[in-house]
């Protein structure tokens, strides 16, 4: 089993920043591609931003410019530094990860999701 835990969300001003992380665990053998999605009330779950395992980003139009996403390898974690936050970036935020767990197996986890509000 691959579990997914994700800290940093909470309540900021608009133009204020969060960082979000996500750390796996479990019987892992490699990850893959790792990506951050967000669900809004009433919205289909939407792609934030994903990283390759050799470190090629893929952002929304809507937070170009804005997020960065990155990962650690070794400590196998997954990392979204938001900036210059708007009220419709609110939403819960989910990390997703694909690799390789104990006996070869693929998996394709996500975690449980955390909440990021920005309002004034």
């Known amino acids: 089993q691959v579990q997914l835990v994700e800290s940093g969300g909470g309540s900021v001003q608009p133009g204020g920043s969060l960082r979000l992380s996500c750390a796996a665990s479990?019987?892992?053998?490699?990850?893959?591609?790792m990506g951050w999605y967000r669900q809004s009330p009433g919205k289909q779950r939407e792609l934030v931003a994903t990283?390759?395992?050799?470190?090629?980003?893929n952002y929304a139009d809507s937070v170009e410019g804005r997020f960065t996403i990155s990962r650690d390898n070794v400590k196998k974690t997954l990392n979204l530094e938001m900036t210059s936050l708007k009220p419709e970036d609110t939403a819960v935020y989910y990390c997703?990860?694909?690799?390789?767990?104990?006996?070869?197996?693929?998996?394709?986890?996500w975690g449980t999701g955390t909440q990021v509000t920005v309002s004034t």
């Open positions: 997703n990860v694909k690799g390789r767990r104990s006996y070869d197996l693929p998996f394709d986890s």
């Open positions: 479990g019987s892992i053998l490699s990850l893959n591609a």
């Open positions: 990283i390759t395992s050799g470190g090629s980003t």
